[in-house]
């Protein structure tokens, strides 16, 4: 059974940062690029970025290029967000989810429940 779980979002003051985590199981998690997307309040869900199988393809929205940062562990199925510089704009909720598969793999479409982003003074 796939499964996501977001942990480490928080409440922190504009300019300081804070790492995501997302812990993935009950696939191969190297067989497949991972998102991150966030929504804040009243705003739609947007992909923050994506990593693809080996790193090799690492891809930032417009609005957080230079500040986030996502990186993986394959050896321990976990992709990770980085956000440094924060601002009262990137509050939301923040969700990682299954991309692209490997030729052959079969396709995932799972998201985690998400963890909460608040920057606020």
């Known amino acids: 059974q796939v499964h996501l779980v977001e942990s480490g979002g928080g409440l922190v003051q504009p300019g300081e940062s804070l790492t995501l985590s997302c812990e993935a199981s009950?696939?191969?998690?190297?067989?497949?690029?991972m998102n991150w997307y966030r929504q804040g309040p009243g705003k739609e869900r947007e992909l923050v970025g994506f990593?693809?199988?080996?790193?090799?393809?690492?891809h930032y929205a417009d609005s957080v290029k230079g500040r986030f940062t996502i990186s993986r562990d394959n050896n321990k199925n976990m992709v990770y967000l980085q956000m440094n510089k924060l601002q009262p704009n990137d509050t939301g909720v923040y969700y990682c989810?299954?991309?692209?598969?490997?030729?052959?793999?079969?396709?995932?479409?799972?998201w985690g429940p998400g963890t909460q982003v608040t920057v606020s003074s």
């Open positions: 009950g696939f191969t998690f190297s067989d497949y690029a």
């Open positions: 989810k299954t991309g692209r598969a490997r030729w052959g793999a079969p396709t995932l479409d799972f």
């Open positions: 990593i693809s199988r080996t790193d090799f393809n690492i």
